[in-house]
């Protein structure tokens, strides 16, 4: 009976070990719950943002409050031309075509940190090509780049395209994935370590 108790005995320290990483793992699954309703609370208000009157943005520290708005911008000097991949209204696979808009009056977004930037995107054709745009006013929806933003024109320019509008909806949303994950892998851990335990008392 002696010999019994003392071969089922739990190893202490690997039990703490196994436990507190499980702990860990489900703590870090209720996190992406909550990461999941502060997504979801994000999406409804750019949602919102859409019904809201253009606005005027001059201050890029306002552009995240901003995100998915009608917003009107001056751009007198484009710089930095880019022809990227994109789909227009239509839906139909091509290129659109972007540039920096650059304004004394606009401060960076991040203070202290790497300046962020405001890309203009002024159209959509099925193939690279040159453009041709000086400059100037635009309005459109302001949507997220990255670390930057892009203003979507509502009105193509230089005879291109309308770009596909940006659509809250369409942003990454894996928080509850990433919890039942976390979750499973939790369990996991605990059963591997009770079918380890028993295949010792054996």
Known sequence: MSAEVHQRRIPIIPTIIVVAAAALMVALGFWQLGRLEEK??????????????????????????????????????????????????????????????QQESMPPGNEGGTPRELYGVIGWSAYPRQVDWDGGDLEGVLAPLGDNFK???????????????????????????????????????????ILALRKRWR
């Open 40 to 101: 979801e609370a994000l999406i409804a208000r750019y949602a919102a943002n859409q019904q809201l009157p253009t606005v005027q943005l001059t201050d890029l520290r306002d552009a995240d409050a901003a995100l998915f708005r009608n917003v009107a911008i001056s751009c007198p000097r484009p710089f930095k031309w880019e022809s990227v991949a994109g789909r227009n209204s239509d839906d139909r696979p091509g290129y659109v075509h972007r540039f920096v808009c």
């Open 151 to 193: 203003l979507i024109a509502a009105v193509p320019q230089a005879g291109l395209e309308a770009v596909a509008r940006p659509d809250p909806n369409d942003l990454p949303n894996n928080h509850l994935a990433y919890a039942g994950q976390w979750f499973f892998f939790a369990l996991t851990a605990l059963v591997i370590y």
